[in-house]
C-alpha cells in the first residue's frame, strides 16, 4: 500500500493560484492528455481505466472502465458525458474543494473521458448553490479553450470537444443520474424508471456515461502513470487513492486522501483524534444516508467489501464523527426530516413513507409515547423502513431508512429511554424537569 499521506488528486491544492492554467501545466497538467491523443486510442484509454481497478467515487462503486465499455458505438446518434457535480450528500465535502483548488484537474480529465467513449459534448452539473465553484470551473473551461484543450480539433488530432458548465436548482434528488439528466434537457429533475438504462438512452435519449467529480479527475493520474501504479494502491479489489472528509467531533476535521483500506482509526490520528475529554460513539462511512457503524468497526478497512460487509456502504465517504454527547434520535431525526423534504414526490412509498417517519421519530425523540408502548413504535418505524426500502424509483427512499434501521439495531436501550424519561436523556432541561418529578413522587 502506498504511503497514507502521498498526494495524488490533492498535491497541488497548497500551490499559489493552484487553480490556474499555469499552475496546473506547471505540474504537468494536460500531458496525460497529450500522451492519449497521440499515442492511444480511444478503446486504449478505456483498458487502461479497466485494468486500473477504477471504481466509481460517486457512492455505488461501480467499475468506471466498465460502465464505458457499456456505450454502444454502432448507434448513429451521438455520444455524451456527463460528470455530477451535484454533491448534496449531508456530510460529503470533497468535491467541492477538489473543483476549488484544481479544477483543470477534472477538465482534463473530462476530456479524457470523453475521448475514450468517443464523445463530442460533456457536460458538468454542478450544484446551483455553489456560485463560486461554477464561476472558478467557468473560467478554467475558458482557459482551456484557449489553450487549445477544448474545442474543434485539439492539439490537431481531429478530435471535437465542447465542455458545458451548467448550474441545477439546488435539488438533492438531482444527484441521482436519471433525474439529473432530466433536470439537464430542462425539465422537473425526478428519476426515470430503467430500463432503459443511459447507456443505452440517457441524454437526448442518446447513449450517456455520468460519472462522479472524482472517478473523472482520477482518470488523468491513470493515464499520465499507468494502470499498473494506480492498482498498486487500495486492496485487492478496492484499488488507488480517494478523498475521505472528516467531520463531526474531531480535532481536525477535512479532506485527508489515502489509499483505500486505511481504517477509521488511522483516519482520526491523522485529524487529531476525538475532541479532547470524549469518545467515539457513533459515525457514518459515506454520508448519512449509510447505515452507521459505532466504536467497534474503528479498525475495519474502509473499502467497499470490509464496509459492505460490515452492513453498511463506503459511499462518498463522508465519515460523519459524533461523540457520547450527540443524542443518536434526535441526529437520525434531523437527516429524516432532510430527506422527506428532499424527497421529489414521485413514488408513493418514499413521498409517504419519509413523512410518516418524521411523525414516528418525532413522538419518538420528545417521549409523547406512553413507555409500555415503545417496542411496539419501534416495531412500527422498523416496518414502515421495510415497506420503503426497495420499493422506491430511486436509492433517496433506501437512504432514508438506512440511518433509522442502523441506529435501532445498535442504540435500541436509548429510543426507549427517551420514552422512560419522558424527552432525550441528553436534554439537560428534560433530565432535570423528569428527575424533579421522579423526586416527588
Not at 432530466?182 to 425539465?187: A, F, N, T
Amino acid at each position: 500500500m502506498t504511503d497514507t499521506l502521498t498526494p495524488v488528486l490533492t498535491a497541488n491544492w497548497g500551490d499559489d493560484r493552484s487553480w490556474s492554467l499555469a499552475a496546473y501545466e506547471a505540474r504537468g497538467g494536460y500531458g496525460a492528455l497529450r500522451k492519449a491523443l497521440t499515442e492511444l486510442q480511444p478503446d486504449d484509454v478505456i483498458t487502461m481505466v479497466k485494468d486500473s481497478g477504477l471504481r466509481g467515487r460517486g457512492g455505488a462503486g461501480f467499475p468506471t472502465g466498465m460502465k464505458w465499455s457499456f456505450i454502444p458505438q454502432d448507434l448513429p446518434k451521438p455520444k455524451y458525458l456527463v460528470v455530477n457535480a451535484d454533491e448534496s450528500e449531508p456530510g460529503t465535502c470533497k468535491d467541492i474543494p477538489l473543483m476549488m483548488a484544481s479544477p483543470h484537474t477534472l477538465v482534463e480529465g473530462v476530456i479524457l473521458s470523453a475521448y475514450a467513449i468517443r464523445a463530442n459534448h460533456a457536460f458538468i452539473y454542478v450544484r446551483g448553490e455553489v456560485l463560486h465553484v461554477i464561476r472558478r470551473l467557468q473560467n478554467a473551461v475558458r482557459e482551456a479553450y484557449a489553450a487549445g484543450h477544448l474545442g474543434k480539433d485539439v492539439h490537431g488530432s481531429g478530435y471535437d470537444l465542447d465542455l458545458v458548465i451548467h448550474a441545477g436548482a439546488g435539488a438533492y434528488i438531482c444527484g441521482e443520474e436519471t433525474a439529473l439528466l432530466d433536470s439537464l434537457e430542462g425539465r422537473r429533475g425526478q428519476p426515470r424508471l430503467r430500463p432503459p438504462f443511459p447507456a443505452v438512452a440517457g441524454l437526448y435519449a442518446s447513449p450517456t456515461v455520468i460519472n462522479n467529480v472524482e472517478s473523472i479527475a482520477s482518470v488523468p493520474a491513470i493515464v499520465a502513470n499507468g494502470a499498473e501504479w494506480f492498482s498498486a494502491m487500495g486492496t485487492e479489489k478496492s484499488k488507488g487513492h480517494v478523498i475521505y472528509s472528516l467531520s463531526g467531533h474531531v480535532k481536525r476535521p477535512g479532506q485527508y486522501e489515502a489509499p483505500l483500506g486505511i481504517t477509521l482509526r488511522e483516519l482520526l490520528d491523522l485529524g487529531g483524534g476525538i475532541r479532547e475529554g470524549h469518545e467515539l460513539k457513533f459515525w457514518t462511512p459515506g454520508g448519512s444516508s449509510t447505515p452507521l457503524l459505532t466504536a467497534e468497526h474503528l479498525d475495519m478497512p474502509l473499502d467497499y467489501e470490509s464496509v459492505g460487509a460490515a452492513g453498511s456502504m463506503l459511499g462518498t465517504r463522508a465519515l460523519q464523527i459524533f461523540d457520547e454527547t450527540t443524542c443518536v434520535v434526535r441526529a437520525v431525526l434531523r437527516w429524516t426530516e432532510f430527506y422527506k423534504h428532499e424527497s421529489c414526490g414521485k413514488c408513493t412509498p418514499c413521498r409517504e413513507g419519509t413523512w410518516w417517519l418524521v411523525q414516528n421519530l418525532a413522538k419518538m425523540e420528545a417521549g409523547t409515547i406512553a413507555p409500555e408502548d415503545g417496542e411496539k413504535m419501534l416495531a412500527l418505524l422498523l416496518d414502515q423502513c421495510d415497506n420503503i426500502l426497495g420499493r422506491s424509483f430511486c436509492a433517496l427512499g433506501d437512504g432514508a431508512t438506512s440511518p433509522i434501521t442502523s441506529s435501532i439495531q445498535y442504540f435500541r436501550e436509548e429510543y426507549l429511554a427517551h420514552l422512560t424519561n419522558r424527552g432525550c436523556p441528553f436534554d439537560p432541561v428534560a433530565s432535570t424537569l423528569f428527575a424533579a418529578e421522579g423526586a416527588s413522587v
